[in-house]
C-alpha cells in the first residue's frame, strides 16, 4: 500500500505541475499522504531510537537537554496521548506546511515540481533523520522572511528562527551564516569566506582530518553528548570531494542559468503572485551556495555534517523548479532547469544511498509494512 500511495503522491505533483490551476484540496491531500508515509514509522535505526526516546520523554527533565524544543513538544504528544506514529504524522504535517510556505513564495505551481523532486530524494532520509527535517522546515520558515521581503524586522524572525530550530536539532545553529547575505557588500563577504574556508580546509586537511579542537567545541555546545563524542573518531581523508563537487555542480547550473537569463534580457517572473525580480532572488541564492563554501571543513571533520550542505540543495532545486515553470517558452532555461533538477537530486541519491550502502536500511524499510510500533497493519 505505501508504494500505492507513494506513485500517487508522485501523480498528484505531475499533475499538479502542468494544470492550469491550483488547487489548494489536492496540495492538503498530497501533504497529508506524505506526512502518512513519514509518519507511520518505518523500521529504521534512527527511527527506532527516536521512538524509544518518546517512550522516555515523560520521565526526562527537558531543562537538561540541549535539545529542549523537541523534547517539549514530545511531552505535548505524550500528554495529549499521542502513539508515536501520530505524533510523528502531526510533525511531519507541520514541517510540510512550514517548507510549503517557504516553497509557495517562489510559486504556487513551482512548489509541485519541488515536492516531485523532494519525493525522489528527500522523503526518505528525512523520514530516518527526522529532527533534521523538522528543525530546517523551521529554517526555511524564517528564511523566507528574508528572501523575499527585506524589512529588518524580518532579519530578527530569521535569526529567531534559526534558534528556535536548534532547540529541535542543535545541528541548526550552523545555518547562523546565511545571515550574511543580507550584507550589502557581498563581495568582501565571500573574499572571507573564501579566505577562511581555503585556510581552515589546509589546516584540518595538514592535521589528518581530525582535528580535535573541532570536537571540543561540539562537545561544548551539546554539553557532552555521547552522540556527538563519536564525531571526529572516523577518518574522512578524500571523501569530503564527493559533497564538495556537488556544491560546485550546483553553483555551474546557476552560473549557466544566470547567463542565459541575461542574454535573453529578462527580470521579471511570477512570485507569489505578484512580479519579482528575479535577479534579486537570483542574487540571494547564489550567496547562500557561497556562503554554504564554510561547511566544507566540518565535511572534512566528519561527512555527518553533510546534511547541511544537502539542505541547501533543497532551497536550489526549489529555485530550479521556479524557472522550469515560469520559462517554458525558452527551451534552453527550461531543459537547462529540469537537467539541474534531475542531476543533484539523482547524484545526491546515488551518494546517500548507493555509495554509502543505505539502500537496505533507509529505503526498503520505508516501503515495508514493518513500523517501529510493531503494528504491521500500517501497511
Same mark, same amino acid.
Request: glycine share 6%; net charge positive; charged share 15%.
Given at each position: 500500500?505505501?508504494?500505492?500511495?507513494?506513485?500517487?503522491?508522485?501523480?498528484?505533483?505531475?499533475?499538479?505541475?502542468?494544470?492550469?490551476?491550483?488547487?489548494?484540496?489536492?496540495?492538503?491531500?498530497?501533504?497529508?499522504?506524505?506526512?502518512?508515509?513519514?509518519?507511520?514509522?518505518?523500521?529504521?535505526?534512527?527511527?527506532?531510537?527516536?521512538?524509544?526516546?518518546?517512550?522516555?520523554?515523560?520521565?526526562?527533565?527537558?531543562?537538561?537537554?540541549?535539545?529542549?524544543?523537541?523534547?517539549?513538544?514530545?511531552?505535548?504528544?505524550?500528554?495529549?496521548?499521542?502513539?508515536?506514529?501520530?505524533?510523528?504524522?502531526?510533525?511531519?504535517?507541520?514541517?510540510?506546511?512550514?517548507?510549503?510556505?517557504?516553497?509557495?513564495?517562489?510559486?504556487?505551481?513551482?512548489?509541485?515540481?519541488?515536492?516531485?523532486?523532494?519525493?525522489?530524494?528527500?522523503?526518505?532520509?528525512?523520514?530516518?533523520?527526522?529532527?533534521?527535517?523538522?528543525?530546517?522546515?523551521?529554517?526555511? !520558515?524564517?528564511?523566507?522572511?528574508?528572501? =523575499?521581503?527585506?524589512?529588518?524586522? /524580518?532579519?530578527?524572525? +530569521? $535569526?529567531? @528562527? *534559526? %534558534? #528556535?530550530?536548534?532547540?529541535?536539532?542543535?545541528?541548526?545553529?550552523?545555518?547562523?551564516?546565511?545571515?550574511?547575505?543580507?550584507?550589502?557588500?557581498?563581495?568582501?563577504?565571500?573574499?572571507?569566506?573564501?579566505? !577562511?574556508?581555503?585556510?581552515?580546509?589546509? =589546516?584540518?586537511?595538514?592535521?589528518? /582530518?581530525?582535528?580535535? +579542537? $573541532?570536537? @571540543? *567545541? %561540539? #562537545?561544548?555546545?551539546?554539553?557532552?553528548?555521547?552522540?556527538?563524542?563519536?564525531?571526529?573518531?572516523?577518518?574522512?581523508?578524500?571523501?569530503?570531494?564527493?559533497?564538495?563537487?556537488?556544491?560546485?555542480?550546483?553553483?555551474?547550473?546557476?552560473?549557466?542559468?544566470?547567463?542565459?537569463?541575461?542574454?535573453?534580457?529578462?527580470?521579471?517572473?511570477?512570485?507569489?503572485?505578484?512580479?519579482?525580480?528575479?535577479?534579486?532572488?537570483?542574487?540571494?541564492?547564489?550567496?547562500?551556495?557561497?556562503?554554504?563554501?564554510?561547511?566544507?571543513?566540518?565535511?572534512?571533520?566528519?561527512?555527518?555534517?553533510?546534511?547541511?550542505?544537502?539542505?541547501?540543495?533543497?532551497?536550489?532545486?526549489?529555485?530550479?523548479?521556479?524557472?522550469?515553470?515560469?520559462?517554458?517558452?525558452?527551451?534552453?532555461?527550461?531543459?537547462?532547469?529540469?537537467?539541474?533538477?534531475?542531476?543533484?537530486?539523482?547524484?545526491?541519491?546515488?551518494?546517500?544511498?548507493?555509495?554509502?550502502?543505505?539502500?537496505?536500511?533507509?529505503?526498503?524499510?520505508?516501503?515495508?509494512?514493518?513500523?517501529?510500533?510493531?503494528?504491521?497493519?500500517?501497511?
Amino acid at each position: 500500500m505505501i508504494i500505492f500511495l507513494y506513485f500517487v503522491s508522485l501523480f498528484i505533483c505531475v499533475f499538479g505541475f502542468f494544470s492550469n490551476r491550483d488547487i489548494p484540496f489536492f496540495k492538503f491531500i498530497l501533504f497529508f499522504i506524505i506526512s502518512y508515509m513519514m509518519g507511520r514509522g518505518a523500521e529504521t535505526p534512527d527511527t527506532l531510537n527516536y521512538f524509544y526516546r518518546y517512550l522516555e520523554s515523560p520521565n526526562q527533565d527537558f531543562f537538561a537537554s540541549y535539545e529542549p524544543g523537541y523534547a517539549i513538544i514530545q511531552k505535548v504528544g505524550n500528554y495529549i496521548s499521542l502513539s508515536y506514529s501520530e505524533f510523528r504524522f502531526t510533525v511531519s504535517l507541520i514541517s510540510l506546511f512550514l517548507i510549503n510556505s517557504f516553497a509557495n513564495k517562489f510559486s504556487s505551481k513551482a512548489s509541485y515540481g519541488f515536492f516531485l523532486a523532494y519525493l525522489s530524494f528527500y522523503i526518505f532520509i528525512d523520514s530516518e533523520q527526522f529532527r533534521s527535517f523538522f528543525s530546517f522546515s523551521v529554517v526555511l !520558515f524564517g528564511l523566507g522572511r528574508i528572501l =523575499f521581503d527585506e524589512k529588518k524586522i /524580518n532579519k530578527v524572525y +530569521f $535569526i529567531l @528562527s *534559526i %534558534l #528556535l530550530a536548534s532547540t529541535i536539532h542543535i545541528s541548526s545553529l550552523a545555518f547562523l551564516p546565511l545571515y550574511l547575505i543580507t550584507f550589502k557588500n557581498q563581495r568582501s563577504i565571500n573574499r572571507l569566506v573564501a579566505f !577562511f574556508t581555503v585556510l581552515t580546509c589546509m =589546516f584540518i586537511f595538514v592535521g589528518g /582530518n581530525n582535528l580535535a +579542537f $573541532i570536537k @571540543s *567545541i %561540539l #562537545l561544548t555546545v551539546t554539553d557532552g553528548s555521547d552522540r556527538v563524542s563519536q564525531y571526529g573518531e572516523s577518518r574522512v581523508r578524500f571523501g569530503f570531494l564527493f559533497p564538495v563537487s556537488l556544491h560546485f555542480l550546483a553553483l555551474m547550473f546557476l552560473y549557466f542559468c544566470h547567463c542565459k537569463l541575461k542574454m535573453k534580457n529578462v527580470s521579471l517572473v511570477q512570485l507569489e503572485g505578484n512580479l519579482g525580480d528575479i535577479r534579486k532572488l537570483f542574487k540571494y541564492i547564489v550567496a547562500i551556495n557561497l556562503v554554504s563554501f564554510l561547511y566544507f571543513p566540518l565535511y572534512m571533520f566528519n561527512l555527518q555534517f553533510f546534511r547541511l550542505g544537502r539542505s541547501i540543495m533543497l532551497i536550489d532545486i526549489m529555485f530550479f523548479c521556479l524557472l522550469a515553470s515560469n520559462f517554458k517558452s525558452i527551451s534552453y532555461i527550461n531543459k537547462l532547469s529540469w537537467s539541474a533538477i534531475f542531476i543533484l537530486c539523482g547524484s545526491l541519491f546515488y551518494y546517500t544511498y548507493i555509495m554509502a550502502g543505505h539502500v537496505d536500511s533507509i529505503i526498503e524499510p520505508f516501503f515495508d509494512i514493518k513500523v517501529v510500533e510493531g503494528r504491521v497493519t500500517y501497511g
